[in-house]
């Protein structure tokens, strides 16, 4: 038996009290995401279940109980308050998925401060504008990153302290930076937790979007009321699963199913910090005994590619449950799950904005490859007319995803920039930017996105972001990015480029370029192919029109390009 049991009758009694009750939490009680995360699940008798089973590059391993992660949070806690850091100061956490990353966060939270989890690939562009924009105080990252961080430190003046998880000590530290190391500190017994409540601030990431900078998605304690939840009835989790999320905590899944979810019920959860490889994740599920497996659709598509031989290899027996979020998951990749693991991936539709899982396919709900299925309980969901904003009546007809604000793990705004976050309501309905069309049984379908950021492999990269850094490159004098179509990832960075005078096109340049992009920005915003034009279509008013150029990669009608030229 699922734990959601009927969705229908889950939707009918539906009230988000039942997620306060299992937690104990009352209005105006104090809420810390930390204590309900470690302490608690240790008063309820779970201290010396394990919490986290990690495995790394070159078969280091370690694993904590949840005792141990009371620990070890307690005493990164400690250490923060000491270095002077108060609540709601934004510290970051720049790291690879080693433990520090999960505990930091957890300890992050216990005093009050706000996590700021950045993907550790980011290069040092990508990580100045977010700390910029945040006025993050304290960076937490291993040898392996400093270097980064050194290269931009001085533009940013809050940021005070850059702490070292893993330096050995020999080589010289600069002004702000300071060693710790779990081994080496006496683990905190007694932590006074900081009495946070719903609305206190607890998580900022980053998102991007089509203009402007990334904006820093603000969400609060309160968000736990509904990760709790989603985790339990979407995922089903239960008490003697090993859970298995294949996402980053720099990005929203990794904390909101990656942390806060499983721990906050108390369930094991492993992690493989190796990257991806077939036959080292089917390894890694058959040593592990994962039980439940939430992953991507790059991911699936990847596995697919690498063939059904390599499964057969493996004991793959112990899965009971899986699912998939981050972009549009092929009906094929689907079927294909259930063929060679006996259950079909369940898609799962949600954002960094939304905190938690919005639209799902139920365990023990009808299937319908390539369908994100239904709303959760409690969650108010429509397709809206893109013009008048009411919902569309018809089944079938496309329109744009949207949601009655209200739910507990909505972001509370973009970080200092509050004109965005208004801009995403229309009559009363949050807009996630998608479109999506409902069929006569209620399941959603997803058509696409209503902006032109780029999806590749489940992870958002503005356009934007990459045209600025474009055109800090010597040789670029404009450029247009825009999503090309790949067989794996679905899309991935294309750029245009008009180069200057002076400089030649050829392959050496675009290796040039892309390397110059990956550097600054990420491998995922490294363009995967350059072409280089004389002139780039643009509006009268100048705009570059990257739709056209959209139009052109996705072998779509370009239409009326007169009405194009008027929009702004
Ligand atoms: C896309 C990730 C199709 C969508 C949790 C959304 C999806 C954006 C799905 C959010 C899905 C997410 N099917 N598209 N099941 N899930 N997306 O903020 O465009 O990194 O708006 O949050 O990913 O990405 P974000």
Same mark, same amino acid.
């Given at each position: 038996?699922?734990?959601?049991?009927?969705? !229908?009758? $889950? #939707?009918?009694? =539906?009230?988000?009290? /039942?997620? +306060?009750?299992? @937690? *104990?939490?009352?209005?105006?009680?104090?809420?810390?995401?930390?204590?309900?995360?470690?302490?608690?699940?240790?008063?309820?008798?779970?201290?010396?279940?394990?919490?986290?089973?990690?495995?790394?590059?070159?078969?280091?391993?370690?694993?904590?109980?949840?005792?141990?992660?009371?620990?070890?949070?307690?005493?990164?806690?400690?250490?923060?308050?000491?270095?002077?850091?108060?609540? !709601?100061? $934004? #510290?970051?956490? =720049?790291?690879?998925? /080693?433990? +520090?990353?999960? @505990? *930091?966060?957890?300890?992050?939270?216990?005093?009050?401060?706000?996590?700021?989890?950045?993907?550790?690939?980011?290069?040092?562009?990508?990580?100045?504008?977010?700390?910029?924009?945040?006025?993050?105080?304290?960076?937490?990252?291993?040898?392996?990153?400093?270097?980064?961080?050194?290269?931009?430190?001085?533009?940013?003046?809050?940021?005070?302290?850059?702490?070292?998880?893993?330096?050995?000590?020999?080589?010289?530290?600069?002004?702000?930076?300071?060693?710790?190391?779990?081994?080496?500190?006496?683990?905190?017994?007694?932590?006074?937790?900081?009495?946070?409540?719903?609305?206190?601030?607890?998580?900022?990431?980053?998102?991007?979007?089509?203009?402007?900078?990334?904006?820093?998605?603000?969400?609060?304690?309160?968000?736990?009321?509904?990760?709790?939840?989603?985790?339990?009835?979407?995922?089903?989790?239960?008490?003697?699963?090993?859970?298995?999320?294949?996402?980053?905590?720099?990005?929203?899944?990794?904390?909101?199913?990656?942390?806060?979810?499983?721990?906050?019920?108390?369930?094991?959860?492993?992690?493989?910090?190796?990257?991806?490889?077939?036959?080292?994740?089917?390894?890694?599920?058959?040593?592990?005994?994962?039980?439940?497996?939430?992953?991507?659709?790059?991911?699936?598509?990847?596995?697919?590619?690498?063939?059904?031989?390599?499964?057969?290899?493996?004991?793959?027996?112990?899965?009971?449950?899986?699912?998939?979020?981050?972009?549009?998951?092929?009906?094929?990749?689907?079927?294909?799950?259930?063929?060679?693991?006996?259950?079909?991936?369940?898609?799962?539709?949600?954002?960094?904005?939304?905190?938690?899982?919005?639209?799902?396919?139920?365990?023990?709900?009808?299937?319908?490859?390539?369908?994100?299925?239904?709303?959760?309980?409690?969650?108010?969901?429509?397709?809206?007319?893109?013009?008048?904003?009411?919902?569309?009546?018809?089944?079938?007809?496309?329109?744009?995803?949207?949601?009655?604000?209200?739910?507990?793990?909505?972001?509370?705004?973009?970080?200092?920039?509050?004109?965005?976050?208004?801009?995403?309501?229309?009559?009363?309905?949050?807009?996630?930017?998608?479109?999506?069309?409902?069929?006569?049984?209620?399941?959603?379908?997803?058509?696409?996105?209503?902006?032109?950021?780029?999806?590749?492999?489940?992870?958002?990269?503005?356009?934007?972001?990459?045209?600025?850094?474009?055109?800090?490159?010597?040789?670029?004098?404009?450029?247009?990015?825009?999503?090309?179509?790949?067989?794996?990832?679905?899309?991935?960075?294309?750029?245009?480029?008009?180069?200057?005078?002076?400089?030649?096109?050829?392959?050496?340049?675009?290796?040039?370029?892309?390397?110059?992009?990956?550097?600054?920005?990420?491998?995922?915003?490294?363009?995967?192919?350059?072409?280089?034009?004389?002139?780039?279509?643009?509006?009268?008013?100048?705009?570059?029109?990257?739709?056209?150029?959209?139009?052109?990669?996705?072998?779509?009608?370009?239409?009326?390009?007169?009405?194009?030229?008027?929009?702004?």
């Amino acid at each position: 038996m699922s734990n959601i049991g009927s969705y !229908e009758k $889950r #939707v009918k009694n =539906f009230n988000w009290s /039942i997620s +306060e009750k299992e @937690l *104990g939490y009352k209005e105006g009680d104090d809420l810390n995401i930390g204590w309900y995360c470690s302490d608690r699940i240790c008063q309820m008798g779970k201290a010396n279940k394990p919490a986290l089973i990690w495995e790394g590059l070159g078969g280091k391993k370690n694993s904590y109980t949840f005792n141990d992660v009371r620990l070890a949070t307690n005493t990164i806690s400690l250490f923060l308050k000491k270095i002077g850091v108060k609540n !709601e100061d $934004r #510290v970051c956490l =720049f790291l690879d998925k /080693i433990p +520090e990353l999960y @505990l *930091g966060f957890i300890g992050i939270l216990k005093i009050g401060a706000i996590a700021q989890p950045l993907f550790s690939a980011f290069g040092d562009e990508s990580l100045h504008v977010r700390l910029e924009n945040a006025e993050t105080t304290v960076i937490i990252t291993q040898r392996k990153h400093v270097a980064k961080v050194r290269k931009i430190k001085d533009k940013i003046p809050n940021l005070k302290h850059v702490i070292i998880v893993d330096h050995d000590g020999k080589k010289p530290l600069r002004e702000g930076e300071m060693i710790f190391s779990l081994k080496e500190e006496t683990p905190v017994e007694e932590l006074e937790i900081f009495p946070t409540k719903a609305e206190s601030p607890s998580v900022l990431h980053y998102t991007s979007g089509t203009t402007g900078q990334p904006k820093g998605v603000k969400h609060v304690h309160y968000s736990l009321i509904g990760q709790y939840l989603t985790a339990k009835w979407v995922l089903d989790l239960k008490d003697n699963d090993i859970y298995w999320c294949t996402a980053d905590p720099g990005w929203v899944t990794g904390t909101s199913y990656g942390i806060i979810g499983p721990w906050s019920l108390g369930v094991t959860q492993c992690v493989l910090d190796t990257g991806f490889s077939a036959e080292a994740w089917y390894k890694f599920i058959e040593k592990q005994k994962v039980t439940v497996w939430y992953s991507a659709p790059t991911a699936i598509r990847s596995l697919m590619k690498a063939g059904d031989e390599v499964i057969k290899k493996h004991d793959l027996s112990s899965l009971r449950h899986l699912a998939s979020v981050g972009e549009p998951l092929n009906s094929e990749a689907v079927i294909w799950s259930k063929k060679v693991f006996g259950k079909h991936f369940l898609d799962t539709y949600w954002q960094t904005e939304t905190g938690a899982i919005m639209l799902t396919n139920f365990p023990g709900m009808k299937v319908k490859p390539g369908s994100m299925g239904k709303p959760f309980p409690g969650i108010t969901a429509e397709v809206l007319d893109p013009k008048s904003f009411e919902p569309v009546e018809e089944p079938g007809k496309i329109g744009l995803i949207a949601f009655k604000p209200g739910w507990p793990s909505m972001m509370r705004t973009y970080w200092n920039n509050e004109d965005t976050y208004k801009a995403k309501f229309a009559n009363d309905w949050y807009l996630s930017g998608d479109r999506a069309s409902i069929d006569k049984e209620g399941y959603y379908w997803f058509v696409g996105r209503d902006d032109d950021v780029i999806n590749t492999g489940g992870h958002l990269v503005s356009p934007f972001e990459v045209e600025s850094a474009l055109l800090e490159h010597e040789a670029v004098a404009e450029s247009a990015v825009v999503a090309k179509p790949d067989e794996v990832n679905m899309e991935v960075v294309k750029a245009f480029v008009v180069i200057k005078p002076g400089f030649e096109p050829s392959e050496e340049l675009e290796l040039k370029i892309m390397n110059f992009i990956r550097k600054k920005l990420s491998p995922l915003a490294m363009p995967q192919e350059t072409e280089y034009v004389d002139s780039l279509p643009k509006t009268r008013s100048g705009k570059i029109m990257r739709r056209l150029l959209h139009a052109k990669e996705w072998g779509e009608e370009i239409g009326d390009t007169s009405t194009l030229e008027d929009e702004e």
